[in-house]
C-alpha cells in the first residue's frame, strides 16, 4: 500500500497527549551535582506499607555527584530489605514544582544499563507536613514513564534531615590561617564554608597515619572555595565540625562527620594549640552515631 508522503507538522499533530515518552540516557555522560546533601535519613515503601523503623539513611560522599542510600528491612513490611545504592547523579530539570534528576546506580545488581539507569522526581515537602524535608519517587526500569511526581512511583521516600552543624566551627587559633601543612609536607589542610569544615589532602602514596600530629601553618594559598575534602590513600574525604565537646586557649575536643569517598562516619577530633603557627591533631575511630565518637579517645 503505497502512502503519499506527509509534511512534519501534519506527522507531528497525530502525536496525542497522552503518547508513551522514550527516555533516553547518553551512557558516557559526565556527573552532574545531586539536588540534596545528607546525612539524611528516609522512611520508604514500595506499596506495601511505610518502612520507618528502623531508619534508612542518605548521605553525600565526598563528590557532590554522588550520594550513598542505606536501606534497612521492615520485618512487619513487604518487600523491604536491607541494601545499599550508590547513586552518580547525570542530570536535572524540573517541570512545574516537580523538580527530576537522573541517576547512575552502582552495586551488585546494577549489571546492565536497564539496571543501572533511573529516574527521580522529588520536591520540598509542604509545610503542614511535620518532621518531612523532601518526597522522592524512584522509577521501576530505566524511563522516567510513571513517574509524574514525587509521590508516584515504584518506590517513595520521605526524607528528613538529620541534626544540623550550625554553631560549631573551628577555633579562631586554626581558622585565623586558612591553609596549613604538615611537617613532613606530606598533608595539607585548608579551611572552607565559614570555618564549619576541613579539607585535608594526603600527597603521600602510602597508607600510613593520613593525620602527621604536627602541623604548621601556611597562608601561601587561599583556603576559600569548594567543600573541604581529605584525601586517606588517594580518596578525596572532608571533615565536618558537628559538635564542640570541650574548649579551652589551647584546646578543643570536636565530633567531626567525616567522609571519605563514599564512607562516612563520626570522628572525635582534637586539636592542640602547641604556638600561633603550630597546632597537632588528634583522631579517634569512625563511629556510626554523633553520641559515641570521643567515648574512646
Not at 17 to 37: N, T
Not at 269 to 294: K, N, P, W
Request: aromatic letters at 8%.
Amino acid at each position: 500500500l503505497c502512502e503519499p508522503s506527509r509534511d512534519l507538522a501534519s506527522l507531528c499533530a497525530q502525536i496525542t497527549g497522552d503518547a508513551l515518552l522514550f527516555s533516553m540516557f547518553r551512557r558516557d555522560a559526565p556527573p552532574a551535582p545531586c539536588p540534596f546533601k545528607g546525612p539524611l535519613t528516609f522512611s520508604y515503601t514500595r506499596g506495601h506499607g511505610q518502612c520507618g523503623v528502623p531508619a534508612s539513611s542518605v548521605d553525600s560522599c565526598t563528590s557532590d555527584s554522588r550520594l550513598l542510600f542505606k536501606y534497612q528491612a521492615c520485618p512487619d513490611v513487604q518487600g523491604t530489605e536491607s541494601s545499599v545504592e550508590e547513586v552518580e547523579c547525570i542530570g536535572h530539570w524540573k517541570e512545574g514544582s516537580t523538580r527530576y534528576f537522573v541517576g547512575r546506580l552502582e552495586g551488585s545488581r546494577a549489571l546492565t544499563d536497564e539496571d543501572r539507569y533511573r529516574c527521580f522526581a522529588w520536591e520540598r515537602a509542604r509545610e503542614a507536613e511535620d518532621n518531612i524535608d523532601y518526597r522522592m519517587a524512584q522509577s521501576g526500569d530505566a524511563t522516567c514513564n510513571g513517574v509524574f511526581s514525587a509521590y508516584d512511583g515504584s518506590k517513595t521516600l520521605r526524607i528528613k534531615k538529620v541534626g544540623s552543624y550550625s554553631g560549631c566551627e573551628f577555633p579562631s587559633w586554626v581558622s585565623n590561617h586558612r591553609r596549613w601543612h604538615a611537617l613532613d609536607r606530606g598533608a595539607s589542610y585548608s579551611l572552607a564554608h565559614h570555618n564549619t569544615t576541613l579539607r585535608l589532602h594526603h600527597s603521600h602514596n602510602s597508607r600510613a597515619q593520613p593525620t602527621p600530629p604536627g602541623i604548621t601553618q601556611d597562608d601561601s594559598e587561599d583556603g576559600t572555595g569548594e567543600r573541604a575534602k581529605v584525601n586517606y590513600g588517594n580518596t578525596e574525604a572532608r571533615l565536618v565540625c558537628s559538635q564542640q565537646r570541650e574548649a579551652t586557649s589551647s584546646k578543643v575536643v570536636l565530633v567531626t562527620h567525616l567522609t571519605t569517598g563514599c564512607t562516612s562516619g563520626y570522628v572525635c577530633t582534637v586539636l592542640y594549640r602547641r604556638d600561633g603557627h603550630i597546632i597537632e591533631m588528634q583522631q579517634g575511630s569512625r563511629a556510626i552515631r554523633a553520641v559515641d565518637a570521643c567515648n574512646s579517645l
